[in-house]
C-alpha cells in the first residue's frame, strides 16, 4: 500500500512559469516531509521540508504548502528554470521513523 | 569533501553470482540505509543501520544481507542474485535516524541481473 503518491508522473513547464508538484499522503501520523529532486546518473539531493505544526515553508524560487486535513503536500517553483528539470520525490516519516518515498515527478522546463 | 561513494557505479551479472556493493560515508553518521528504485515504484527502502553492529530491515529485504562493521561502511550483499533484483540502488546515511536530519545519498549503482 503507497502511504505517499504522486499521482503525476511527469510535468512539463515554460521557463520563468510556476511549477506545482503534488503528492498526497495517507497516513495521519506522519509529523514531517520532505522533497528530494534527483537529476540523471545522481543520487537524490535534498531540497526543502516542512514540519506538520507548519503549513508553509520557503525558500527562494521553492515553496512547500502542507494542507494536513487533505493529507496533502504540494512544492511551488516559481519562477522555473531550465536547471530545475529533474525527477522530484516527496517523503515523509513519523516520528524518527524512517523515510516513505512517493515514486516521483519528472519536471521538464522548456525554453 | 561530505560524501557517500558506492561502487561499483555499474554492473552486470548472471543470477545466483554472489555481489558486494560498498557504501562509504565520511560525515561520521550514525544511520546509514539502502535504497532501490523501480520505475513506478519509487525509492523503497531495502535495510538500515542505526549504528554499527546494529541493522534492521527495511520495506524490501528479500534477497539481501548487509553488515555494519565499522561507522563508515555499510555494503549490501546479494548472495544469489536473480533478475528480479535488477534495479537502482542508493545508499544513504544521516546524522540521525528520522527525517529531522536529511539523507545524503550516494551517486547509485545500477544492477543488471541476467
Known amino acids: 500500500d503507497q502511504q505517499v503518491k504522486q499521482n503525476s508522473p511527469s510535468l512539463s513547464v515554460q521557463e520563468g512559469r510556476i511549477s506545482i508538484l503534488n503528492c498526497d499522503y495517507t497516513n495521519s501520523m506522519f509529523d514531517y516531509f520532505l522533497w528530494y529532486k534527483k537529476y540523471p546518473a545522481e543520487g537524490p539531493t535534498f531540497l526543502i521540508s516542512i514540519s506538520s505544526i507548519k503549513d508553509k515553508n520557503e525558500d527562494g524560487r521553492f515553496t512547500v504548502f502542507l494542507n494536513k486535513s487533505a493529507k496533502h503536500l504540494s512544492l511551488h517553483i516559481v519562477p522555473s528554470q531550465p536547471g530545475d528539470s529533474a525527477v522530484y520525490f516527496c517523503a515523509a516519516s513519523a516520528g524518527t521513523d524512517k523515510l516513505i518515498f512517493g515514486t516521483g515527478t519528472r519536471l521538464q522546463v522548456f525554453p | 569533501e561530505a560524501q557517500v561513494t558506492q561502487n561499483p557505479r555499474y554492473l552486470i551479472t548472471v543470477t545466483g553470482k554472489k555481489l558486494t556493493v560498498t557504501c562509504s560515508q565520511n560525515m561520521n553518521h550514525e544511520y546509514m540505509s539502502w535504497y532501490r528504485q523501480d520505475p513506478g515504484l519509487g525509492l523503497r527502502q531495502i535495510y538500515y543501520?542505526?549504528?554499527?553492529?546494529?541493522?534492521d530491515k527495511g520495506d524490501v529485504p528479500e534477497g539481501y544481507k548487509v553488515s555494519r562493521k565499522e561507522k563508515r561502511n555499510f555494503p549490501l550483499i546479494l548472495e544469489s542474485p536473480s533478475p528480479n533484483q535488477t534495479s537502482l540502488y542508493f545508499c544513504?546515511?544521516?546524522?540521525?535516524?528520522?527525517?529531522?536530519?536529511?539523507?545524503?545519498f550516494g551517486p547509485g549503482t545500477r544492477l543488471t541481473v541476467l
Open positions: 543501520s542505526m549504528n554499527v553492529e546494529v541493522t
Open positions: 544513504a546515511s544521516s546524522p540521525l535516524a528520522g527525517a529531522t536530519d536529511t539523507q545524503y
